[in-house]
């Protein structure tokens, strides 16, 4: 069983940083891709950020520049962190894993239980 959990959310005022954290447990070999999306209410989730192996990343436009991700594959974590944060970053944000390979075989997509950021004064 694969689960993935995410910490760090909380009310920050706008211009702010946050630094997410997602932690994926169970007997697990390697996680191709691991990333964060987000999903404000009333709208659809929507990546935010990707890290695939070979250490190759990618941005929604929306955050490039303020947001960076991290792997530490060592640890089966994986980081967002946020800076210059405006209030229509606010949204939960879920942890995502993608072609997970574990003891039982292999897991195409795992997703967290979420994390609120809310930005604002």
């Known amino acids: 069983q694969v689960q993935l959990v995410e910490s760090g959310g909380g009310l920050v005022q706008p211009g702010g940083s946050l630094r997410l954290s997602c932690a994926a447990s169970?007997?697990?070999?390697?996680?191709?891709?691991m990333g964060w999306y987000r999903q404000a209410p009333g709208k659809q989730r929507e990546l935010v950020a990707v890290s695939s192996s070979g250490d190759v990343t990618n941005y929604a436009d929306f955050v490039k520049g303020r947001f960076t991700i991290s792997r530490d594959n060592a640890k089966k974590m994986v980081y967002l962190q946020m800076n210059s944060l405006k209030p229509e970053d606010t949204a939960t944000y879920y942890c995502?894993?993608?072609?997970?390979?574990?003891?039982?075989?292999?897991?195409?997509?795992?997703w967290g239980q979420g994390t609120l950021v809310t930005v604002s004064s």
């Open positions: 169970g007997t697990i070999f390697i996680i191709n891709d």
């Open positions: 995502n894993a993608r072609d997970v390979f574990h003891t039982y075989g292999k897991t195409l997509e795992v």
